[in-house]
């Protein structure tokens, strides 16, 4: 019996379009040796098993040292960075052969850290920054605390064709005591939103009837929605408009079939829940 090939998921941060999609075709179509590689969509709400950065682009080493690489977290830095990280670096023009090499081997790093990572002393809080600090270390970690807001409070309420996946949620968010509602539409979306405390709403793409797009800038309209976190599930082959998910408002998207885990993950960084 063959062993199940190792799939990690990728972010890959600040490359030019061009170079970005050299990387997306590379990783779609690696050595049968290895692991295997799904890049996310720069929207996606998905935690990466892995990042890599491009070292020309400040803001993208930037957010690479705020996701603090190490073993359980590897990272990779592609280009003249000007300083050592804690993580591969590899230079250019780029060796796709040494790439591949070292992913893997950061893959085989990260399993056995998985495996061997001990229980957590206490359950850290997911950072709820969306705009990585670039200065690093000189503003006063006080201004940051004081624009911190409430953590939102409120029902999850999925927008789906069946149940299944809102009685799947509320197993998931169980320990937590958070509510999960569902409903096939759009009306009874809008209606729950505007008369019920929500705040999350998740949103099949593939749902018959329901225009997600439309349906996120409804809710927005609404008073006192402004915090309701949007969020599109969606199946890859069916696409994603990056542009008319912004101008409606859409806080992100979660790819389908997703694990568990990031699904949890998501969740309880949108809910702002302990780990």
């Known amino acids: 019996m063959h062993a199940k090939r190792q799939s990690l998921s990728v972010r890959l941060l600040g490359f030019p379009s ?78 796709m052969f040494q790439m591949f090499k070292l992913l893997a081997e950061m893959g085989r790093k990260r399993a056995e850290a998985v495996n061997n990572a001990p229980a957590p002393a206490a359950a850290p809080q997911h950072e709820r920054r969306r705009r990585i600090r670039l200065d690093l270390d000189i503003t006063d970690p006080a201004d940051f605390i004081k624009m911190r807001r409430q953590a939102p409070r409120g029902a999850v309420l999925i927008v789906d064709k069946r149940g299944a996946l809102r009685d799947h949620v509320a197993r998931l968010l169980a320990p937590h005591q958070v509510a999960v509602e569902w409903t096939e539409s759009a009306a009874a979306a809008l209606r729950l939103c505007a008369e019920t405390p929500v705040a999350v709403v998740m949103i099949n793409t593939s749902t018959p009837g329901v225009d997600p797009y439309a349906l996120c800038s409804e809710i927005k309209r609404q008073d006192g929605a402004e915090r309701i976190a949007v969020v599109l599930l969606v199946n890859q082959a069916s696409g994603y408009d990056t542009a008319r998910a912004r101008a409606a408002g859409v806080r992100g998207l979660l790819d389908k079939p997703m694990a568990d885990r990031h699904l949890l993950g998501a969740l309880k960084k949108l809910l702002s829940l302990p780990s």
């Open 18 to 95: 061009s170079e970005g999609a050299e990387l997306g075709t590379a990783l779609a179509h690696p050595p049968r040796d290895g692991p295997s590689y799904s890049c996310l969509l720069g929207d996606s709400l998905q935690e990466p098993d892995l990042m890599i950065a491009n070292g020309d682009d400040l803001s993208a080493l930037a957010a690479l040292l705020a996701w603090q690489p190490d073993a359980l977290r590897p990272g990779m830095v592609i280009g003249s960075a000007g300083m050592d990280f804690p993580c591969a670096q590899l230079s250019r023009p780029l060796d």
